[in-house]
C-alpha cells in the first residue's frame, strides 16, 4: 500500500528550500585589469585593487554576483552600449562629451594630477617651483600632454618614457626632479617606494563616476544609493587608504555624497528630490 503524503510537512519543506532555489542576480560589469592599484593581476589569479573590491561590496550589498571582467580600457565603454556589460566598475572620468552618450552616476573619486618628488627633496608648492627642472611622464598620456603644453609657459623640461613605472623610476635615479601622473596612481607609487614622496597635487575639478546606458535610470539609482552610503559610512575612505595610503581630503568625491542622482552638472542628472542616506 502506498503510504498516505504528509502534505503539510510537504509544504513546510518547499517553504524551507524556496531560497535555495531562487538564482541570484549577476551583474556582468568591466574594468581594466591592468590600471594599478585601481585593478591589477593578483598572485592567486584573477584581478585585485580599490575599483575590483568597490565592485564587490556594491554586489554585496545588492544581494548581487558580480562576474567582473578584465579587459582593454578602450573596449569597455563601446562594448557597455552594445548590452556586453551591465555597467561599468573602471574609474571613468566624467566628461561633457560621455554625459552626452553615456548615464554616469556620481562621482566617487576626484582624478587630479600629481607630483612625486625623492624623499628628500624640498616639496612642490607652487608649478613655478619647477622652473629649469625635468619632469618625467608616461609618453602618450594626458600628464604627457599637460606637461608639455606647460612647458613653455613653466620652463620646465618634459622626458617622456614607455610607462609611469619608468618615468617614477627617473626621478629615484636622479634624472628627473619630479614625475607628474594620476593622483592614486602617483599614491599607489609612493606607498610601493619609500624613495618617493607625494608633492604638488593640480585639481582638475573632474571626477571618476560608474557608467551606465541610457534609459537604465532603475539601475543607476539602485547602484548610487549604494556609493552614496559607501561614502557616508565610510567604506570609501577605508578603500583609499588600503590602496592609496591616504586618506581622502574633507569636502572630496570620496567621502562627500551628492543629492539627486548623477553628476551635477552633466547631461543626465536627475535632481528629483532624493537625499542621500544609509538605511
Known amino acids: 500500500m502506498t503510504p498516505l503524503l504528509n502534505w503539510g510537512a510537504l509544504a513546510v519543506a518547499l517553504i524551507l528550500s524556496a531560497p535555495a532555489l531562487a538564482e541570484t542576480k549577476t551583474f556582468n560589469v568591466a574594468l581594466d585589469g ?14 585585485e585593487g580599490f575599483n575590483v573590491d568597490l565592485a564587490n561590496e556594491i554586489g554585496t550589498r545588492m544581494g548581487a554576483e558580480m562576474n567582473i571582467v578584465a579587459t582593454q580600457f578602450s ?25 552626452e552618450n553615456l548615464l554616469f552616476s556620481e562621482g566617487y573619486l576626484n ?3 600629481q607630483f612625486v618628488i625623492a624623499a628628500d627633496a624640498a616639496d612642490i608648492t607652487d608649478l613655478d617651483d619647477l622652473e629649469g627642472q625635468v619632469i618625467a611622464v608616461n609618453k602618450g598620456s594626458v600628464y604627457d600632454n599637460w606637461a608639455r603644453g606647460l612647458a613653455e609657459e613653466i620652463g620646465w623640461t618634459v622626458e ?3 610607462t609611469n613605472s619608468d618615468a617614477v623610476q ?4 636622479g634624472r628627473a626632479f619630479a614625475n607628474v601622473a594620476g593622483n592614486t596612481v602617483s599614491a599607489w607609487a609612493a606607498k610601493q617606494n619609500p624613495a618617493i614622496k607625494l608633492s604638488y597635487l593640480h585639481s582638475t575639478g573632474l571626477v571618476w563616476g560608474m557608467p551606465f ?14 556609493i552614496e552610503c559607501m561614502k557616508i559610512d565610510g567604506t570609501i575612505a577605508a578603500l583609499s587608504e588600503k590602496w592609496f595610503g591616504t586618506a581622502p581630503a574633507e569636502g572630496s568625491a570620496a567621502v562627500t555624497p551628492v543629492a539627486g542622482f548623477g553628476q551635477p552638472g552633466f547631461n ?9 542616506a544609509c538605511n
Open 34 to 47: 591592468t590600471f594599478a592599484p585601481h585593478a591589477m593581476p593578483s598572485l592567486s589569479g584573477g584581478v
Open 75 to 99: 573596449g569597455i565603454l563601446p562594448a557597455l552600449a552594445a548590452g556586453t556589460y551591465d555597467f561599468v566598475v573602471a574609474p571613468v572620468t566624467i566628461t561633457k562629451e560621455r554625459a
Open 111 to 113: 582624478t587630479d594630477f
Open 160 to 162: 617622456s618614457y614607455g
Open 170 to 173: 627617473a626621478v629615484v635615479s
Open 213 to 226: 546606458r541610457k534609459g537604465d535610470e532603475d539601475l543607476r539609482a539602485e547602484v548610487e544609493a549604494i
Open 268 to 276: 543626465g542628472y536627475s535632481d528629483n528630490g532624493h537625499t542621500p
